[in-house]
């Protein structure tokens, strides 16, 4: 007896592997991607100090670069969870600066403390350390509702405000590439796809035999 393949399914099942296919490609494209622009970020990591870009916080080329600011006030504080030097979990606080002669606003991370009412003793003054990607301040639903928009650059302050902590310097050696775990996972997805399509054939042909 011939055996003849359902037409429809199969041309179902077919057009969903090829796409799980084409998004695990495009994956190893992003994680290669990803790769190169880790070995970029760990680069800037070792650049000389430059001074903060007060009138384009928001450039990505200086992503982990050590950064120099002056903040002449600070303007107000807000706290998020962070980790010292040391491993130890905390609150980091972050200052919201204002370079007068700059006529610019940028935010600082000034160190960890134990409780997140402490009250650091800082009023400004000269800051270094390394840059990363200001707090999103849009919240999970904003952040979902919205497309993604520029992050300004923050410094985290290698040397604390009085009474806190240091935070952690941020490393990108231990950036994590997801792209590699889900292009392994849209390939899976493929394969899966396939061996349940076969043993549902091989089922159907045996019942209709």
């Given at each position: 007896?011939?055996?003849r393949?359902?037409?429809?399914?199969?041309?179902?099942?077919?057009?969903?592997?090829?796409?799980?296919?084409?998004?695990?490609?495009?994956?190893?494209?992003?994680?290669?991607?990803?790769?190169?622009?880790?070995?970029?970020?760990?680069?800037?990591?070792?650049?000389?100090?430059?001074?903060?870009?007060?009138?384009d916080?928001?450039?990505?080329?200086?992503?982990?670069?050590?950064?120099?600011a002056?903040?002449?006030?600070?303007?107000?504080?807000?706290?998020?969870?962070?980790?010292?030097?040391?491993?130890?979990?905390?609150?980091?606080?972050?200052?919201?600066?204002?370079?007068?002669?700059?006529h610019?606003?940028?935010?600082?991370?000034?160190?960890?403390?134990?409780?997140?009412?402490?009250r650091?003793?800082?009023?400004?003054?000269?800051?270094?350390?390394?840059?990363?990607?200001?707090?999103?301040?849009?919240?999970?639903?904003?952040?979902?509702l919205?497309?993604?928009?520029?992050?300004?650059?923050?410094?985290?302050?290698?040397?604390?405000?009085?009474?806190?902590?240091?935070?952690?310097?941020?490393?990108?050696?231990?950036?994590?590439?997801?792209?590699?775990?889900?292009?392994?996972?849209?390939?899976?997805?493929?394969?899966?796809?396939?061996?349940?399509?076969?043993?549902?054939?091989?089922?159907?042909?045996?019942?209709?035999?």
């Amino acid at each position: 007896m011939r055996r003849r393949l359902p037409v429809l399914a199969t041309l179902l099942v077919g057009l969903a592997v090829a796409t799980m296919i084409a998004l695990g490609f495009w994956q190893l494209g992003r994680a290669r991607e990803r790769d190169a622009g880790k070995q970029q970020m760990v680069a800037h990591s070792r650049l000389p100090v430059v001074e903060y870009p007060y009138g384009d916080g928001d450039r990505e080329d200086l992503m982990f670069r050590r950064l120099s600011a002056t903040c002449d006030a600070v303007n107000s504080w807000e706290v998020r969870g962070g980790e010292a030097v040391d491993g130890r979990s905390g609150w980091r606080h972050i200052a919201t600066c204002i370079s007068q002669s700059n006529h610019a606003i940028f935010k600082v991370d000034m160190g960890i403390s134990s409780a997140p009412d402490a009250r650091p003793a800082w009023t400004g003054g000269s800051v270094v350390g390394r840059a990363v990607h200001a707090p999103d301040t849009r919240g999970i639903v904003g952040g979902a509702l919205r497309r993604k928009v520029a992050r300004p650059l923050m410094i985290v302050s290698e040397t604390p405000a009085p009474g806190l902590s240091p935070s952690r310097q941020p490393d990108p050696s231990e950036e994590t590439n997801s792209s590699w775990s889900y292009a392994g996972q849209w390939f899976l997805f493929a394969l899966t796809a396939l061996v349940i399509y076969v043993i549902a054939l091989r089922r159907r042909w045996r019942e209709s035999a």
